[in-house]
């Protein structure tokens, strides 16, 4: 549930930051703060905001020991229009904050998600998912009198509909063991060592989130070197993942035992290795090579023989970049076309059936639009094939 109410300047160290900086967090009310920050200055705004709970007297359990819930006053609302109130104030400075391209998340439970989605979408963002977070260890619910609570929802939106937004899908697949990521995420609650407590043995903070449920959020819709903006930072479970994926990020915060906590924990961060959070690149993600560049960069020579798979079929490539097919006359063009009249294929996908004599070998053109995908600077650097 929500790491803090009103919450936004100081730097991380606790001394005065500039507003909008990388790696800090801002000292007040989150509303406040924002306002102070440079718009389009955040790729992803990742907020847990107050629940408003509307507890109306202590829970207890069958035995009569007190539930350790959310007592906080900034969980506290005189009704339901200062919350909505509320809601559109930080989520108007969000959408101004968060870059044209960028996603929200937004988490609550069955009190205020369905007046935070209500809002989203009145303010202009465009929902993209809702995410079940199913918690393998929840709280039963001590009065019988309702289904034990066992799920929270995340709301995953865009800037607007026409945001070319970043979603890392087949990366996500494939940590998934090759199946495609759901909608449901089966994932415990904070507990453990990675449960904050005071002096005296209690939770720090009644509604710390796991670092698991954010690494997944962070690595679904951010990049390497990614802003990530938390309103609500409490403890700062936002930044240590951002922090360890090498991510930036702008937290706000007011609650001086939340601060104090958050700036330790980060402290602690060592971010991984940049390879280590390198993520894999979606097909349609890497930068177009046209077959001619290859002749340009001198990767393959007017002249060259090309080769199917099984050296059925053979073309000779041409200085513009087309293909002329041996032995058949009258089949000519791009690598594409060519393929596919040998084959008399409705298409074909030239760059995996062609291939290049290298010594013994065949390599296909697949291989070489790779090669030619590389930086420049960094081909020297690359050690020889063999």
């Not at 904070?190 to 962070?218: F, I, S």
């Not at 002329?324 to 009249?341: D, L, P």
Request: net charge positive; glycine share 8%; with cysteine.
């Amino acid at each position: 549930m929500a790491e803090r109410r009103k919450s936004g300047a100081g730097a991380a160290d606790g001394r005065a930051g500039a507003p909008g900086g990388r790696d800090q967090i801002l000292e007040g009310d989150c509303v406040e703060c924002m306002r102070r920050l440079p718009a389009a200055c955040a790729d992803m705004v990742f907020a847990d905001p107050p629940y408003n709970l509307q507890l109306e007297r202590t829970l207890t359990r069958p035995n009569n020991s007190r539930v350790d819930g959310v007592a906080e006053a900034w969980d506290q609302f005189e009704n339901f229009a200062a919350y909505d109130a509320f809601s559109r104030a930080w989520l108007t400075e969000a959408r101004r904050v968060l870059k044209p391209h960028g996603t929200i998340w937004v988490m609550g439970s069955y009190h205020n998600i369905f007046r935070l989605g209500t809002c989203l979408m009145d303010l202009g963002y465009w929902l993209l998912n809702d995410i079940v977070w199913r918690k393998t260890n929840p709280m039963p619910h001590f009065r019988a009198r309702r289904f034990a609570n066992a799920h929270e929802t995340l709301i995953w939106a865009a800037h607007s509909k026409k945001a070319r937004y970043v979603f890392h899908y087949h990366a996500l697949k494939t940590g998934n063991e090759d199946v495609q990521m759901r909608s449901d995420w089966h994932l415990p609650i904070c507990a453990g060592k990675e449960r904050l407590k005071d002096d005296a043995g209690r939770k720090l903070h009644p509604t710390q989130k796991p670092e698991a449920l954010l690494h997944r959020v962070l690595l679904a819709s951010t990049r390497v070197g990614d802003v990530v903006l938390d309103p609500f930072f409490g403890t700062g479970t936002t930044g240590v993942a951002a922090r360890r994926l090498r991510r930036h990020y702008i937290g706000i915060e007011q609650h001086a035992p939340y601060l104090e906590a958050a700036r330790a924990r980060l402290s602690a961060v060592t971010p991984l290795a940049r390879a280590d959070v390198e993520q894999m690149a979606a097909p349609g993600d890497a930068p177009r090579i046209a077959f001619g560049q290859l002749l340009e960069r001198g990767m393959i020579r007017p002249g060259t023989r090309l080769f199917d798979k099984a050296r059925r079929y053979q073309a000779r490539v041409r200085a513009d970049g087309s293909l002329s097919a041996e032995g058949v006359e009258g089949v000519e063009g791009s690598i594409h076309k060519v393929g596919a009249q040998l084959q008399d294929a409705a298409s074909c996908n030239g760059w995996t059936f062609w291939h290049v004599a290298q010594g013994r070998d065949l390599v296909p053109l697949d291989d070489l639009r790779a090669r030619a995908r590389v930086p420049a600077e960094s081909e020297s650097t690359r050690p020889p094939r063999r």
